[in-house]
C-alpha cells in the first residue's frame, strides 16, 4: 500500500468529518422518539475504544431508564437542566472509579505488579481516573453522534447527591450527566469557535 493510499484509509470522510464535528449540535430539545437498549451499547462500544492512560479506562457509566431513576436523579439537577433532563429519550451519568486498578491485570498486563503500589493510593487513582474519565467522556459524546442521535452534556448537577442516589457502596463518582436521543431543530445559530490563530501557538 502507498503512502498516499494509507493515508486516504486513516482520513475521515467530509461527511463523517460533518455528523462528528462540523455540522453535529449540542442539544437541549429531542423528538420524542426512543432510544433503543442497542443503540447505548453501540455508543459504549464506541466509546470504550478511545485512548487513556495506562488504558485504565475508568468511565463507567449509569444509564437512567426507568421513570422512577429519573424521579431520583431530577432533583440533584440544576434548575436549568431539570426540565432538559425530564424530557430527554435516554439519560447517562458518566462516572469514574476511583478503584479503576482493580482491573489492571486485564486491561494493561505488563504493569500488573503495579496493583499493589496503586491500591495504596487512593488520592492518585482518584486524579487519573478522573482525568483519563474526562477525556473518555469526549469519546461518548462523539460516539453518541456516530451513533446518529445528539448529546446534551451537562456539568450543573450536584455530584455529591448523586452520588448519594446511584453510587453508594461502590467507587463510583459522578462528573457528567448526558442527554441523548433525536434533536429537534435547533433555537439558534451555532455559537462561534475560537480560530486557529486565536487559540494556538506554535513552540
Known amino acids: 500500500m502507498t503512502a498516499d493510499a494509507l493515508q486516504d484509509q486513516l482520513t475521515l470522510d467530509a461527511a463523517s468529518a460533518d455528523l462528528l464535528f462540523r455540522e453535529a449540535r449540542t442539544a437541549s430539545e429531542f423528538l420524542d422518539e426512543p432510544v433503543s437498549d442497542e443503540q447505548l ?7 470504550r475504544m478511545g485512548p487513556t492512560a495506562m488504558n485504565i479506562q475508568p468511565l463507567r457509566v449509569t444509564w437512567i431508564r426507568s421513570q422512577e431513576a429519573r424521579d431520583r436523579l431530577l432533583p440533584h439537577m440544576a434548575e436549568g437542566n431539570r426540565a432538559k433532563t425530564a424530557s430527554a429519550p435516554a439519560v447517562a451519568v ?3 472509579d476511583v478503584d479503576w486498578h482493580e482491573h489492571l491485570p486485564v486491561v494493561f498486563p505488563p504493569a500488573a505488579a503495579k496493583q499493589e503500589m496503586f491500591a495504596g493510593n487512593e488520592e492518585l487513582r482518584a486524579q487519573m481516573g478522573r482525568d483519563s474519565a474526562h477525556l473518555q467522556a469526549g469519546y461518548f459524546i462523539l460516539a453518541v ?3 446518529g442521535l445528539a448529546a446534551g452534556p451537562m456539568g450543573g448537577f450536584d455530584p455529591a447527591g448523586v452520588d448519594a442516589e446511584f453510587n453508594t457502596g461502590t467507587s463510583r463518582r459522578a462528573m457528567l450527566v448526558v442527554n441523548i436521543g433525536v434533536p429537534a431543530a435547533p433555537r439558534h445559530d451555532r455559537l462561534p469557535r475560537l480560530g486557529f490563530d486565536a487559540a494556538t501557538t506554535t513552540a
Open 94 to 96: 458518566l462516572n469514574y
Open 145 to 147: 453522534r456516530a451513533a
Open 41 to 47: 451499547r453501540a455508543v459504549f462500544d464506541l466509546a
